[in-house]
């Protein structure tokens, strides 16, 4: 392939959301019609919160994830404006990192809250909860532990799933592989994996030139390296994955940093507590392997989720083309690294391509809602357009298109994708 201009391949950026593994056997959120079924990670939580609460009969009689899911619930059914919104675990679990931040004693907490509620906080805490044993800072532990227990069983679980698929004759996945060795052929390749699962970095890895993910081969992050690195063919897992544990790297200190284990059968540690930011205002958030709910800027500030998010904003502004597979456009931090790169105006005549595939996807429903927010507050798309799959430019050359079969047929028309997404000034 060769450039008119340069000689380089085109830059793709690809952002991969949990739709991109669900057909492979990894786990979902929802099940179907968003509904929590036997399987869905929502009906899970909810027993692994019942589980912990059969655990720990020190802690009050309390389960705040079943509580505040219950409280989700009846919100979003009584609220016309959230029609067709459900709660997720997700959520759920940044309510719980709130309620913690409200409960914090003295110089942790936060000012207002504590002036608003002062006194009365234990009192409303037992409107929520009901009648509970001990005081407001034990009602807090228990969020706390809570919130610790939930997020280990999530990880444990989805190692669980992956070494399961990975033993499991599936063919389907040969063509999860063939896609990304012929993405990768066409263009200089750089994912930001949103899901924990380890499928893209097994696949990239039977790829010709294999795969960087910001460790070394002993497993240590590498951020100065990430930093002042020019070429892409990497993948970054920007919300934790199966393979990160946390380990002491020196003995003197409390402190234990993330780094890459390959092996899913070892041991892995998952969690510390939560983070001191230096503003006593700042949210106090666990520091795991994994980041679920809300509050995700915050805690994006350890590495190696610091250093990721970082790359994300410099590499949203170099890619030449974006491949976004099984997005539900549902994290503001990446929804915004994408807007920001079609919203400057002196961008205007330098848009890249946007290929989206996603079989959930409707004519309006929530994930169209997120889709044309990132791209209506770029100026780029018209309202009036009926068809949000396409955005034009003024010259009516299509821009944005959306692919709403599912991701394992996508990924045999390999070929059609690669042709709509190669800039022009870019030829065999």
Known sequence: MKMNKCTKKPKLMVILGAG???????????????????????????????????????????????????????????????????????SVLGNMVALVKWLSPGSFGDPIIEEWIGETAFESIGKLFGPVDGDRQSVRKAIMDQHQFLVVQLAKYFRKKCKEVEEEENGNFDGYIDFFSEIKKQFDVGIYNLNHDNLAQRALKKTDGGVFTGFDEKGFFKPKIIIDRKEWGFIYHLHGSVHFNLESLIESTFRNSIVWQDDLEQDFHDFEPGQMEASPEAIRTPYTTFLEGGFKLEQLT???????????????????????????????????????????????????????????????????????????????????????????????????????????????????????LMPKNYSK
């Open 20 to 90: 991109s593994s669900i057909p492979y056997g990894m786990p979902s959120v929802f099940g179907p019609n968003k509904h929590i079924t036997k399987k869905s990670l929502n009906l899970k939580m909810i027993k692994w919160s019942k589980q912990w609460l059969q655990e720990n009969s020190e802690i009050p009689k309390v389960n705040p994830f079943e509580t505040l899911w219950y409280v989700s619930q009846r919100y979003y059914s009584q609220d016309q404006f959230h029609k067709g919104v459900y709660p997720n675990y997700e």
């Open 302 to 420: 350890p590495e190696p989720y610091q250093t990721f998010h970082n790359s994300l904003t410099k590499h949203a502004h170099e890619a030449d083309a974006y491949l976004i597979i099984g997005y539900g456009f549902g994290d503001s931090h990446v929804n915004r690294a994408v807007q920001n790169r079609f919203y400057l105006p002196h961008q205007k005549n330098d848009f890249p391509k946007v290929y989206i595939v996603d079989l959930g996807s409707k004519e309006g429903d929530y994930w169209n809602r997120y889709t044309k927010q990132v791209f209506y507050l770029s100026g780029l798309a018209e309202k009036c357009n009926k068809d949000f799959a396409i955005y034009s430019r003024p010259n009516q050359e299509k821009i944005v298109k959306l692919d709403k079969r599912g991701t394992i047929d996508a990924f045999t028309d390999t070929k059609r994708i690669i042709e709509w």
